[in-house]
């Protein structure tokens, strides 16, 4: 009797030890998804730019309508989630609250830039590379300065200064935002018909977003600094002022 109460002892304890590691393996299930839950608004940054950028550059209507769409959801998502993108690599990033003053300035200090590449590139007698259609303007203005500016102002300039830690804190920041500016400008080089006065107008440009990103701690100020400038070229381009 005592024997087979023992059995069904052990009988039940491997019951139960089955049942203890069905509990935990579906807590750790709910508990890796309640985890992803908590980067909601990281996973919409991306899953909603990237997706918005693809769409707007399409060659058919519909898409690009759906690209609109996307693009003014992620927009919602980039301005309410500004001091709250702190997890999936997006801390790197900087994506912090400016005030309304500061928005002010930047934009302010975007158009002005733009103005003046505006007329240089009259002087010159250059055109600003402004591509024509409303879904291209769209990519120009609202979604292209993010995501320049979320990977030049805020991962590379952020590796920078890692890489220039070591020299004092006003040659570090000088150093980093000339070298991101430098990349910056080759990276343009993929737009066919870049000149050689356009790569130096976007090495200054870099500088000065650089120098907003530095002014502000945030990488959104100098995306909102970006497209301005953007919106000034074309608005040159919409009024028939420039090519």
């Known amino acids: 009797m005592a024997q087979s ?3 069904a002892d052990r009988m039940w304890a491997k019951k139960g030890s089955g049942y203890g590691m069905l509990f935990h393996g579906r807590s750790a299930r709910t508990g890796w998804i309640r985890e992803l839950a908590g980067y909601w608004r990281e996973l919409l940054f991306w899953m909603l730019l990237l997706p918005a950028f693809g769409a707007l550059g399409s060659i058919r209507p519909r898409r690009q ?10 927009l919602l998502v980039a301005i309410s989630s500004t001091g709250k993108l702190k997890n999936l690599g997006l801390e790197f990033a900087v994506w912090n609250r400016v005030d309304r003053r500061a928005a002010a300035a930047c934009s302010v200090a975007g158009l002005f830039a733009g103005g003046a590449i505006v007329a240089v590139a009259s002087l010159s007698n250059q055109p600003l590379g402004t591509e024509s259609g409303w879904n291209k303007a769209m990519l120009a203005i609202a979604l292209g300065p993010v ?3 979320v990977i030049f102002r805020g991962y590379l300039l952020s590796a920078a200064l890692l890489l220039t830690r070591r ?3 006003s040659s570090s920041a000088v150093a980093s935002i000339m070298g991101v500016a430098i990349v910056f400008s080759i990276a343009h080089l993929t737009t066919h018909g870049t000149t050689p006065l356009q790569l130096c107008c976007i090495v200054l440009t870099g500088c000065l977003y650089g120098c907003i990103r530095f002014r502000y701690r945030s990488t959104a100020a100098a995306a909102l600094a970006h497209a301005a400038y953007n919106l000034a070229l074309y608005f040159s381009y919409w009024s028939g002022i420039s090519q």
């Open 167 to 169: 020299l004092s804190a």
């Open 5 to 7: 109460d023992f059995a």
């Open 65 to 74: 309508f759906g690209g609109l769409i996307e693009a003014c959801a992620f």
């Open 147 to 149: 995501l320049e500016e």
